[in-house]
């Protein structure tokens, strides 16, 4: 099982900052990676998918680059509505698995 | 737009079955994959496995001999039962849309909180 270790558990920031959040694989995913953001009591919502394409009606200020076992999200300028939870996936070996999440708080 | 919508007990027994269904709204369940993932209180999530409109099914190896996934087209409704369910089974349960034949979830249900307490 492919294990997606995010090395952030909480970013604290404020609005109007940029984001920039982290996930390594422990083996190669190629760039079958996604970013998905949950609110609290919401399922989450996909952002990224392979690694860097934007879902549909996701904001330009989100961003995603890596391939491999290295990837990041980028928040470019944090809104209110930012403030969540950010888990990436990875579906390049079955089971597909998510990383254990990182919290961006506001400062 | 499409909708889910988890149903089923919130409260199980150790060692019963854990059965939730998906009801799909405002598109067909056909050409798609169904998926259910889970939840456990303030932790992060795990796949359980997916289900292809025609019947084909892929479970996490770490559930595989517990869980069953089915689907009916005819009622746009996919189920999941777990069995011999133990504490470490509570969780929310979603039901998902995969994008396409991609690995991505598009759209979600909004979660059904089950709690396995005797």
């Known amino acids: 099982e492919i294990v997606l270790t995010q090395s952030l558990a909480t970013l604290s920031l404020s609005p109007g900052e940029r984001a920039t959040l982290s996930c390594r694989a422990s083996?190669?995913?190629?760039?079958?990676l996604a970013w998905y953001q949950q609110k609290p009591g919401q399922a989450p919502r996909l952002l990224i998918y392979d690694a860097s394409n934007r879902a549909t009606g996701i904001p330009a200020r989100f961003s995603g680059s890596g391939s491999g076992t290295d990837f990041t999200l980028t928040i470019s300028n944090l809104e209110p509505e930012d403030f969540a939870v950010y888990y990436c996936?990875?579906?390049?070996?079955?089971?597909?698995?998510f990383g254990q999440g990182t919290k961006v708080e506001i400062k | 737009q499409v909708q889910l919508q988890e149903s089923g007990p919130g409260l199980v027994k150790p060692s019963e079955t854990l059965s939730l269904t998906c009801t799909v709204s405002g598109g067909s369940i056909s050409d798609y994959y169904w998926s259910w993932i889970r939840q456990p209180p303030g932790k992060g999530l795990e796949w359980i496995g997916y289900?292809?409109?025609?019947?084909?099914?892929n479970y996490n190896p770490s559930l595989k001999s517990r869980v069953t996934i089915l689907i009916d087209t005819s009622k746009n409704q996919f189920s999941l039962r777990l069995s011999s369910v133990t504490a470490a089974d509570t969780a929310v349960y979603y039901c998902?849309?995969?994008?396409?034949?991609?690995?991505?979830?598009?759209?979600w249900g909004q979660g059904a909180l089950v709690t396995v307490s005797s």
């Open positions: 289900i292809y409109y025609s019947g084909d099914t």
């Open positions: 998902a849309r995969r994008l396409g034949t991609s690995g991505w979830i598009d759209y």
């Open positions: 996936q990875q579906r390049s070996n079955w089971p597909w698995t």
């Open positions: 083996q190669s995913v190629s760039s079958y």
